[in-house]
């Protein structure tokens, strides 16, 4: 089976492409919702983060405070790390899961860290959500009602976007609006299409 991975920096348009290759009949799988679901109550990985950080790392309606675990994370190494050894594996594994019980004729899996984890592995081809910083600025700031500082460090913790533009086999260009990446994105979805029935023939 054919699998995209897509993937982009903060505000590229990943979510917005991929709505538009879902209604096209693709299976999304999202590498993020992935990561919050197996953190849900009761799941193996939110047992082992209740034994290791203490119950001081729940919220009052007994869910995992995943901002107060990101304060801790970003101010000790060591947890991050601790944390990334626990996850990364049980994440990949629910990505698999997925990805093989999907029955459309091509599967994108969604993830903004495509390319700086072992997740482009699992792909056959990685499409690119690339967008000049300055537009990514402009609409991750209106969207997140964040300040443009905030999301600079952001953009500046991500990986460069001439590395990505290196790395991807397809880049949808997100400069335009919204009708102009549908185009686009229906021009790719065409392209899948053919790919996925030379894979089968
Ligand atoms: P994140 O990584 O932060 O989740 P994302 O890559 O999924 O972001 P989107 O949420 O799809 O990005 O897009 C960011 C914002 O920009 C949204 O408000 C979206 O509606 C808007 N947007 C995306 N593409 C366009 C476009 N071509 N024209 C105008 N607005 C757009």
């Known amino acids: 089976m054919l699998i995209v991975g897509l993937t982009g920096g903060i505000g590229s348009g990943k979510t917005a492409a991929s709505d538009m290759f879902k209604s096209l009949g693709a299976n999304i799988v999202d590498a993020d919702i992935v990561a919050r679901e197996v953190v849900e109550p009761g799941n193996p990985a939110f047992i082992s983060i209740i034994e290791h950080f203490g ?14 675990l990101r304060q801790i994370i970003f101010a000790k190494p060591a947890e991050k790390q601790w944390l990334e050894d626990l996850l990364h594996p049980i994440i990949r594994q629910e990505i698999k899961k997925q990805l093989n019980n ?16 072992d997740q482009s592995n699992m792909v056959n081809r990685t499409l690119l959500i690339d967008v000049p910083s300055d537009i990514q600025l402009e609409r991750a700031s209106k969207r997140d009602d964040n300040s443009r500082q905030q999301i600079q460090k952001i953009i500046d913790s991500q990986l460069p976007r001439d590395v990505k533009l290196k790395k991807a086999n397809d880049v949808i260009c997100n400069d335009k609006d919204l009708a102009e990446l549908e185009k686009k994105v229906k021009e790719q979805h065409a392209f899948y299409l053919r790919l996925a029935h030379e894979q089968h023939s």
Do not use: C, G, H, W
């Open 102 to 117: 999907s029955n459309s004729l091509y599967t994108i899996l969604v993830s903004p860290l495509l390319f700086e984890t």
């Open 55 to 68: 119950n001081s790392i729940l919220q009052d309606d007994k869910y995992l405070d995943r901002a107060q």
